[in-house]
């Protein structure tokens, strides 16, 4: 048997002090803050050449940020219908539409207006849409520009 040593002790009084102090302190819990869906440190811009009519047509959700009940998207003249309901769209300045009182960016639209990613600029919300619901690789394209603008990808959903 090893004779006992005052470090030996001095560690074993130590070890148990430390059990009892972080028994009694008191556990501080965060508060609760709702993280962004979009970095706000990270670049956020408009295409400059989106207009009404390059958005005009009937459109399908493909990925969307928020709980969409109606995945069919009209944009016709300075309207944008979400299925029966249909909200006021109005430009504002390049690639920039209010849509009811809600400031709208439309991120990219492809040349051939095919598909396009739009969003709240502040990134409460974003969402891609594509005239025949099959984007393929403009996919791939629409999450780079998502991306660079500082989405998190990880929270838009695919509703196909």
């Known amino acids: 048997m090893a004779p006992v040593t005052s470090l ?19 556990v501080t819990m965060l ?4 993280i962004p869906l979009r970095n706000p440190t990270a670049p956020v811009a408009s295409q400059a050449d989106v207009t009404l009519d390059r958005l ?7 990925q969307s940020s928020m709980d969409v009940a109606e995945r069919t998207v009209t944009v016709k003249g300075a309207t944008f219908g979400f299925g029966a309901t249909a909200l006021p769209f109005q430009p504002i300045g390049k690639g920039r539409f209010l849509l009811g009182d809600e ?6 639209l492809d040349i051939n207006n095919r598909t396009a990613v739009l969003g709240e600029p502040g990134g409460r919300r974003v969402w891609i849409m594509d005239k025949t619901g099959h984007p393929g ?12 603008y500082g989405y998190d990808l990880s929270r838009v959903k695919d509703l196909r």
Do not use: Y
Not at 31 to 34: D, K, L, S
């Open 137 to 148: 690789e403009r996919l791939n394209a629409a999450h780079k520009i998502l991306e660079w």
């Open 31 to 34: 508060p609760e803050t709702q």
């Open 8 to 26: 030996r002790v001095f560690k074993c009084l130590s070890a148990a002090f430390l059990a009892m102090t972080m028994a009694c302190t008191p």
């Open 56 to 62: 005009a047509g009937d459109w399908i959700v493909v």
């Open 103 to 108: 400031e709208i960016w439309v991120h990219w």
